[in-house]
């Protein structure tokens, strides 16, 4: 079902104002209302004017009629000159030139009757045109016995066709036999009353709409206010400030309504606050055990590296106790860094620190970072940037952290396989992905990728070291940037992280500049699976 | 889609269909510009139709000449449509042509038809009397004999006439149904008082037309010389019909009549007023002169009845009002009675002036003024019975037809009516309004006519002199006096024999109408509008007509007149 | 002639292991546990190079690397958590010159950074090549042999780090030096510097050699890469 744009604009207006939905429903249904009162009006005036001016018209007719019959017969003419005479003088004696209240009048010889010897000629306004009087009504005054027949016609007038009655009547006319007698009456200026009657009432309608709108305009405005007064209150409560309350006075529903909301807001404010309470002792708490923990850690990594840089100094028993626990302090260390981390996320006390950056030079710097590890495994890192420079608004220690995670865990699994790492971006968003071709996820792994502690292998735990936070702590920067990290795998044949961000902070992202699995990747078949 | 939006679209799509509906019928709602034919009001209750006394029948297909000559004949009573019907029998060329108005044969007798060659036809039959254009009734001598010819051809295959005189036959009876008198009134010269001029006419439609036609066509001519002419010369009616609406007759003339000064237009107008509202359902007259309404004030004509209902009498040597209130004034001319002995009298309307006639002659005297005294003011030989006239002016005529006419400033006019040369008068009586002249002569082989004529006088009512005469209808027996009976009558009193008399009624246009008879009686009183008829009788009693016999009123009664 | 190293450490058991570390590498070395001893024995021993912790009882390293810059330029180490990174910025702000975190613990780091700190004072103090001469940057002559800079004819008094920081500069002036370049020609880092520090020493060495501090003419900053000695 197609709907025209304009109209699925204003059904969109409609709805989404309640108070415009309001008013023009209110203009809609007065607007049928003054419509079918005008049309009745309009209509029973027309009726009525016209059955005015016809009974006049009838009256005037009939006496008219009764008149010119009378004359003829009260005639005493004795040639043809007198009956011209006569007969051209009834014209003049009923016809009417005053404007619009014209009056035409036509004397006609009756078709019925046979030619006579007579040369009369039938009599009648100069002005009129014999083609209004129509041939039905001819018809049927030629039949007539004893009664007026009339019909309403129109007649050309200066300004277009007027309406018009012709009225007819048989007349016996001395020595020239049957004749007829036709009156126009002209009635324009009834149908000039009708029309400054419907311009009146178009107008007083109109003026009535915009009345109604304005009175429902300011009467729904005086309903919509409080509505409106409480969506910002209740905005401004949304973005923080939950002191703001609702003005409730009176007793009608609108205060009901305030009295709820305010009542409402308090309960939110008590909460947030016992929450926001909570959120900032374990925030502190958090730091405080970071800074608490970190000093013994480092003053033990500190003893450690010590013992471990002279461990040719001990005996050769504790030289082997030595390196383990060194690894072991330095694996410690690593693992109580991402578990801080992780606790400040989930405490929501992290705060980016976001600038402009070039994302190329921020993949570019994360690439670096790994370098010695890929060249390590014997992996080859593929770059694919876009040619065109792409600033995004991120916080640049977090986003290559993360890309440096990603690049770690590719190199990691790729099996000394290529590394492609490819880059777009749309005018919105940017999209990095980071494909390896190694040993892939099944579809269960593959759901719990980004779950914390978990490794796809627990055999390999070891290599790099991992902590097996990092794809956890990975989600959560993305998130933090309003981006989506995602990936796509296939069991023994490789996986793909996309990392996708709005270009500026606080944008949201739609869709991905990237397709995943990347459309340059080298497998054959885009099956997979995919964990968002 | 969700379901409410679902929803939200079929109420839309209900809501857009509703307002478009009503728009377009909004906008429909307007002075229709067509409609089937629909009836209208009744239009015949209005019509004023032609009196239907008589409904001949048109031409029926295949009828011989002489059926439709006959036909055409008998149609004369339909005048109906302007004779509509017997136009039938009219071939159509000659349809139109045809005047039957122009003149009116009262039959007496039968019909003869002869036909001649191709299609010709003449018509034989005796005409008692003769109706005009102008509606003037002229008596024929009985046994005078009228010749119609006509002409007759085959007019797709029926026979019809090509060619007729213009004139329609009736038998009195139906003439006398078909056909109403009326009264065209004039101004006498004075333009004070209005002259009936009876004329005949078909009681139709179209009557008012005739009527108004004919004032403009002027009087009779015997009354010409006393009429005063209120139109120029020339005027017609503009519009030959004059239609009556809310009782106001509407009189269209001709543009000459502008000339007209205002005064004689208001008089115009008082004439078609009197003489219109003789009609049915007129009692105004609206005069438009070439189409244009005229405003124009009422004009009133001087009253020409005296209201005098019972004669004034002569007895024991006093003058009484004899019914209703005893004039204090008519004793005032007691005292001159017993001296002058006075055998006759006459006295004015209002009973201010009288004449007192002895064998010495006829003296004139003031009723309402102390200290007068009689003058003797003509003392011929053979004079007759004075009378006054309504203006108070003293008629005194002796049987030669001289005649002295005395105003009541004394101021005597003499005049001589020269076409009585050779004749005696036997009686008279002048009009109440003063303009005619009624008669009873004898010529010279002592043959009594009734005869009237005009009386000429200037504008200020002076007498100047005599129209022609025109004799009236025999009357059965020897004329004895004669009295103005209403506007155009003249009641007849004859003698039979010498113990009966009888009372006739005559009218210029018209057949005589006898009243009926009573004892042998010399003198006539009637009324103004003749509806109290009074005889003296030869044994001196006055008598009272009550329409099928005579009351006794008065005895030894020297002379008896009414006060006009 | 041994190179004499202060250590300011408050743990007693950290610096006893730290004071022999750094013997058994070579050096000799001042070991100080109470913050309050510190001015006084750095102004009888005269140490080349100070190892200074973060947190002591009494004053803090940041108070005490305060006090020390007031009368010297000796290249101040600072020794921290990883979970005191933010208040570096501080340190460095006051005069540190170069930081090592303690944990996790990178030996060989630590004598690169003493070294790195020594080399710095030492080459000023050598005698250089004639052709190296003075060099001239805007208002400011550096005049290399006589280690010595003049801003509008007055001299200024640099730390030798931010001295190494400005020849770096001035000596290759068309050549635009990243914040990891910088990190690398001038403190020996490795990788995973951390930039702040070259920030901040670029920030101190502005409020000290510029007109306006704010708009910068003698070190210039290049927008996305880093910065550059401002030409002429």
């Not at chain 1, 203009?27 to 419509?35: E, H, N, W």
């Not at chain 1, 019909?151 to 007027?162: E, K, L, N, R």
Request: with cysteine; glycine share 8%; proline share 4%.
């Amino acid at each position: 079902m197609k709907k025209p744009g304009l109209l699925r604009a204003i059904i969109g207006w409609l709805r989404r104002y309640i108070q415009l939905r309001a008013v023009v429903s209110t203009v809609a249904l007065t607007g049928v209302a003054l419509v079918a009162l005008g049309g009745f009006l309009s209509y029973s005036i027309g009726n009525g004017l016209f059955q005015t001016r016809l009974t006049q018209v009838l009256n005037e007719s009939q006496r008219s009629v009764i008149q010119v019959q009378n004359t003829f017969s009260a005639s005493n003419v004795s040639d043809e000159v007198a009956l011209q005479t006569l007969m051209n003088s009834v014209v003049p004696s009923l016809e009417s030139n005053s404007g619009s209240q014209q009056r035409l009048v036509a004397l006609l010889r009756s078709p019925a009757q046979a030619a006579g010897s007579l040369a009369l000629q039938s009599p009648m306004s100069s002005n009129l045109n014999l083609n209004v009087i129509p041939t039905q009504l001819r018809a049927k005054v030629a039949k007539a016995g004893s009664h007026l027949e009339y019909q309403s016609v129109s007649i050309p007038g200066t300004d277009g066709a007027h309406p018009a009655v012709v009225v007819g009547a048989p007349i016996q006319i001395p020595l020239a036999g049957a004749y007829e007698l036709y009156l126009v009456f002209d009635l324009q200026n009834e149908q000039n009353t009708l029309l400054f009657v419907q311009r009146t009432l178009v107008v007083g309608g109109l003026v009535s709409l915009i009345l109604i709108a304005m009175v429902s305009y300011f009467v729904t405005n005086w309903l919509v206010a409080p509505l409106r007064v409480a969506s910002d209150v209740a905005e401004s409560i949304a973005s923080g400030d939950l002191d703001k309350r609702l003005p409730a006075k009176g007793t009608d529903v609108i205060a009901n309504m305030a009295t709820s909301f305010n009542r409402m807001a308090d309960s939110l404010q008590k909460q947030i606050t016992k929450v926001t309470n909570v959120s900032t002792m374990q925030q502190r708490f958090v730091s405080d055990v970071s800074h608490e923990l970190r000093t013994p850690m480092t003053t033990i990594r500190i003893s450690g590296d010590m013992i471990f840089r002279n461990r040719d100094k001990l005996a050769p028993s504790l030289k082997k106790d030595a390196e383990t626990l060194n690894d072991q302090i330095i694996r410690f260390e690593a693992l109580l860094g991402d578990l801080l981390e992780l606790s400040r996320f989930d405490a929501g006390g992290v705060r980016p620190h976001m600038e402009p950056q070039d994302v190329q030079h921020v993949v570019g710097m994360s690439i670096a970072s790994v370098e010695p590890l890929a060249r390590s495994k014997g992996s080859k890192i593929n770059v694919d940037l876009p040619s065109e420079f792409a600033e995004v608004e991120l916080d640049s220690r977090r986003i290559e952290r993360l890309l440096r995670n990603l690049l770690a865990n590719a190199i990691e699994h790729g099996e000394g396989k290529p590394i492609d790492v490819h880059v777009g971006a749309t005018e919105d968003a940017v999209a990095i992905t980071v494909t390896d071709y190694g040993i892939g996820m099944s579809k269960e792994q593959l759901d719990r990728v980004f779950d914390r502690f978990w490794r796809a292998d627990p055999s390999r735990q070891r290599t790099s070291g991992g902590t097996g936070l990092g794809l956890a702590i990975s989600q959560e920067d993305a998130n933090l940037h309003n981006g989506w990290l995602q990936v796509w795998a296939r069991p023994n044949q490789g996986a793909c992280f996309r990392l996708t961000l709005p270009k500026v902070r606080g944008g949201a992202v739609t869709e991905s500049p990237l397709p995943m699995p990347p459309a340059k990747a080298l497998w054959d078949l885009p099956e997979g699976f995919y964990h968002e | 889609m969700s379901k409410s939006l679902a929803f939200g679209k079929t109420a839309l799509r209900a809501l857009v269909a509703t307002v478009t509906g009503l728009l377009v019928l909004t906008g429909c709602a307007q002075i229709p510009m067509t409609s089937a034919v629909k009836q209208g009001p009744d239009i015949q209750s209005g019509l004023s139709n032609d009196y239907l006394y008589y409904s001949p029948a048109g031409p029926v297909n295949g009828e011989a000449q002489a059926d439709v000559l006959a036909g055409f004949l008998n149609a004369s009573t339909g005048p109906q449509n302007d004779y509509g019907v017997a136009r039938e029998y009219l071939a159509p060329d000659f349809k139109a042509k045809w005047s039957p108005n122009d003149k009116v044969y009262i039959q007496s007798g039968s019909l003869h038809t002869a036909f001649g060659a191709n299609g010709e036809a003449t018509v034989t039959f005796q005409v008692s009397a003769t109706v005009d254009a102008q509606g003037h009734y002229n008596s024929r001598v009985n046994g005078s004999t009228q010749v119609l010819s006509f002409k007759l051809a085959s007019v797709d295959g029926q026979w019809r006439i090509i060619d007729a005189p213009n004139a329609v036959v009736m038998i009195r009876p139906v003439f006398e149904v078909i056909f109403h008198s009326y009264n065209l009134y004039f101004f006498d010269k004075a333009n004070r008082y209005l002259i009936p001029d009876l004329r005949w006419f078909p009681a139709r439609a179209s009557t008012a037309t005739r009527l108004a036609a004919a004032i403009l066509a002027g009087p009779s001519k015997w009354l010409e010389p006393a009429v005063s002419q209120t139109m120029p010369t020339g005027t017609k009616l503009a519009l030959d019909a004059v239609t009556v609406s809310n009782k106001s007759a509407v009189v269209n003339v001709s543009a000459q009549a502008v000339q007209a000064s205002a005064t004689q237009k208001q008089q115009f107008k008082a004439q078609l007023q009197a003489t219109l509202s003789q009609l049915a359902g007129v009692t105004n007259v609206d005069l438009q002169i070439a189409s244009a309404t005229q405003k124009i004030p009422e004009y009133s004509a001087a009253s020409t009845t005296s209201g005098a209902y019972a004669p004034v009498v002569l007895e024991s040597n006093q003058l009484q009002q004899l019914v209703g209130p005893s004039g204090s004034r008519l004793a005032n001319a007691n005292a001159w009675i017993s001296s002058l002995k006075a055998t006759d009298f006459a006295v004015t309307s209002d009973q201010t002036g009288v004449a007192l006639m002895n064998g010495a002659g006829v003296y004139a005297a003031r009723l309402d003024q102390a200290g007068s005294a009689p003058v003797l003011v003509d003392s011929r030989k053979n004079l007759l019975t004075p009378r006054f006239d309504r203006r108070g002016q003293l008629w005194i005529l002796n049987s030669e037809g001289q005649v002295q006419v005395r105003t009541s400033s004394g101021k005597s006019t003499w005049l001589n009516i020269g076409w009585l040369k050779g004749h005696t008068v036997e009686a008279f009586t002048v009009s109440p309004e003063g303009a005619r002249l009624g008669l009873i002569v004898a010529d010279a082989k002592g043959k009594l006519r009734v005869l009237i004529t005009s009386i000429i006088r200037d504008a200020h009512g002076n007498v100047m002199g005599f129209g022609v005469p025109v004799e009236l209808q025999r009357v059965v027996g020897t004329p004895k006096d004669l009295e103005w009976s209403g506007l155009t009558d003249l009641m007849v009193l004859s003698e039979v024999s010498t113990d009966q008399s009888n009372l006739t009624l005559l009218s210029v246009g018209g057949e005589p109408i006898e009243i009926g008879s009573v004892d042998h009686s010399y003198d006539l009183m009637s009324s103004d509008d003749g509806s109290n008829i009074y005889v003296l009788d030869s044994r001196r009693r006055l008598l009272q007509y009550h329409g099928y016999t005579w009351s006794l009123l008065d005895q030894d009664v020297v002379a008896a007149h009414m006060a006009n | 002639m041994t190179n004499k190293i202060m250590l300011v450490e408050d743990d007693e058991a950290l610096r006893t292991q730290l004071e022999r570390w750094l013997t058994d590498s070579g050096y000799q070395v001042i070991a100080v546990g109470d913050g309050s001893q510190v001015v006084d024995l750095f102004k009888s021993e005269s140490p080349n190079v100070v190892l200074m912790d973060i947190q002591l009882p009494g004053r803090s390293g940041i108070e005490l690397v305060r006090d020390i810059r007031e009368f010297a330029g000796t290249p101040i180490i600072m020794v921290t958590a990883r979970s005191e990174a933010e208040v570096m910025d501080e340190a460095f702000e006051a005069g540190a010159d170069d930081y090592f975190e303690k944990s996790p613990w990178e030996p060989e780091k630590l004598l690169a950074r003493i070294k790195n700190s020594l080399r710095v004072q030492q080459r000023s103090a050598e005698p250089v090549e004639a052709d190296s001469g003075v060099l001239k940057i805007g208002s400011v002559t550096v005049d290399i042999l006589g280690h010595e800079v003049r801003k509008n004819g007055e001299k200024v008094s640099l730390t030798p780090y931010e001295f190494k920081l400005l020849t770096t500069l001035a000596e290759k002036p068309k050549m635009v030096f990243s914040r990891e370049q910088l990190l690398k020609d001038v403190w020996n880092h490795s990788y995973q510097g951390d930039t702040r520090l070259v920030n901040v020493h670029i920030q101190r060495l502005r409020s000290k050699i510029e007109d306006d501090p704010d708009n910068p003419t003698v070190v210039v900053t290049v927008r996305g890469i880093g910065y550059k000695a401002g030409l002429n």
